[in-house]
């Protein structure tokens, strides 16, 4: 444990969560009936919304927050119109088609092969031989050190990783979340960032869940927080407030540092494993990345 | 005419006596006092202090938030002052519930316990 995880985890205690199982007992954990007992959370909780004078749908709820009102999603619309990440859509796939010092571009690498529009929805997923989960980020840089240049720093802190981001979810949108689970490696992925998401942590003693499942479409201060569900859909998102594209990664920084904890560290296990559990969680909801944020 | 205004004026001069004799008689204590909450009102709706208001509502808070209850009569519901100050604190045995996104202000060093007196004190006013 080095000395990072051990500042997170100095405040930490586990958060007892009536959605899920005890993380550490292998024999109950059941990342099916977990997924379900949260749909079925989310929708008895939020349901009855109605957005654009329609009821919510499941899949709706890769609208993030916007579910919730419907002055913020008339807004958002009109910003959509002329959406402020289209350069960024550009300049990714301007990235994608250059070729590297060596001749050959992304498509030769295995994962990022194949028809452009399938690329994304392949991610996170568990890699058996490896033990690990591969997110995106990680395949594109691995990409390029195959090939003899350099990777790209995770997590917003380069922007052509960010912009490649933001064009490969472009095209995918319309694509479904599909995550498997069908390893123990796998499962230990799940657990762990089950783990991560339900843990309190930082000076400010909070958990994933306890924002974006407990209080979700509750307001802190003036912000209403969105459900976890639909989380991996639309990212990355551009943020106006940022005047630029935040990737998922940064943004889970972000709320760890709100919650004044130290953040894990890019591409590090514990942030993948989240990844990993969110995504899993939404299963068989549509891609429709990247979006505007406020 | 020039009478009544003299009148007035007396009414006033007497008034303002009678306002800074009352004022005197406050003993130094409820001068403190006074201040306190002030000082608690502030630490409440400041963001990298109380920030009470990102949860809950405060009467004369601006944007509250809805993640736990509003924050009125206290003094009634909390007849007994350590209760309220053990709840802000984060005395373990005082959450309502177990999984509640209420702040141990006390115990994760948030606020100081004089801090938090502050903000009972304000609370009190509600």
């Known amino acids: ?294 | 005419m020039v009478k009544s205004q003299w009148v007035s004026k007396l009414a006033q001069a007497l008034l303002v006596t009678t306002i800074m004799a009352t004022a005197s008689v406050a003993t130094a204590a409820e001068e403190k006092k006074l201040s306190s909450v002030e000082e608690g009102k502030k630490l409440a709706f400041n963001k990298t202090k109380g920030n009470c208001i990102a949860c809950h509502m405060i009467a004369g808070g601006k944007e509250p938030g809805e993640i736990g209850p509003p924050l009125m009569a206290m003094q009634a519901r909390y007849p007994d002052r350590q209760k309220l100050f053990d709840k802000i604190w984060g005395k373990p045995g005082v959450e309502l519930m177990p999984e509640s996104q209420m702040l141990p202000f006390g115990k994760h060093k948030v606020l100081t316990d004089d801090e938090i007196n502050k903000i009972v004190d304000f609370m009190y006013t509600l």
């Not at chain 1, 990072?4 to 930490?12: E, G, Q």
């Not at chain 1, 008895?44 to 709820?61: Q, R, S």
């Not at chain 1, 033990?131 to 980020?137: A, F, P, S, T, W």
């Not at chain 1, 995550?179 to 843990?199: D, N």
Request: aromatic share 8%.
């Open chain 1, 1 to 294: 444990m080095n000395n990072k995880l051990l500042t997170t985890t100095l405040f930490v205690s586990i958060a007892a969560c009536s959605l899920t199982a005890n993380a550490n007992d292998t024999k109950t954990v059941n990342p099916e009936a977990d997924r379900q007992a949260m749909i079925k959370h989310m929708m008895d909780m939020h349901g009855g919304n109605k957005i654009n004078g329609k009821p919510i749908a499941l899949d709706d709820f890769g609208m993030g927050a916007l579910i919730f009102s419907d002055d913020a999603y008339q807004q958002w619309k009109s910003v959509e119109e002329f959406p402020p990440y289209v350069e960024h859509i550009d300049e990714g796939e301007k990235l994608w088609n250059k070729p590297f010092a060596n001749g050959k571009t992304y498509s030769t690498c295995a994962g990022l092969d194949g028809d452009v529009k399938k690329i994304k929805a392949k991610y996170p997923y568990f890699d058996d031989a490896r033990g690990e989960v591969i997110i995106l980020d990680q395949a594109i840089n691995e990409c390029r050190v195959a090939n003899g240049e350099k990777p790209y720093a995770y997590a917003g802190k380069d922007k052509a990783l960010s912009n490649l981001l933001t064009y490969l979810a472009n095209e995918s949108r319309g694509n479904k979340i599909d995550v498997k689970i069908s390893s123990p490696g796998a499962l230990e992925a799940y657990k762990m960032g089950e783990m991560v998401f339900h843990t309190r942590r930082g000076q400010l003693n909070q958990s994933c869940a306890g924002c974006h499942v407990t209080s979700a479409g509750r307001k802190i201060r003036s912000e209403i927080i969105s459900p976890m569900l639909g989380h991996v859909t639309h990212f990355p998102v551009y943020r106006a407030s940022k005047g630029n594209i935040v990737t998922l990664q940064q943004r889970y920084q972000g709320c760890m540092r709100s919650v004044r904890a130290m953040p894990f560290p890019s591409n590090s296990k514990e942030l993948k494993a989240l990844e990993f559990y969110e995504a899993y969680m939404s299963n068989g909801l549509t891609l429709n990345g990247p979006t505007y944020r406020k």
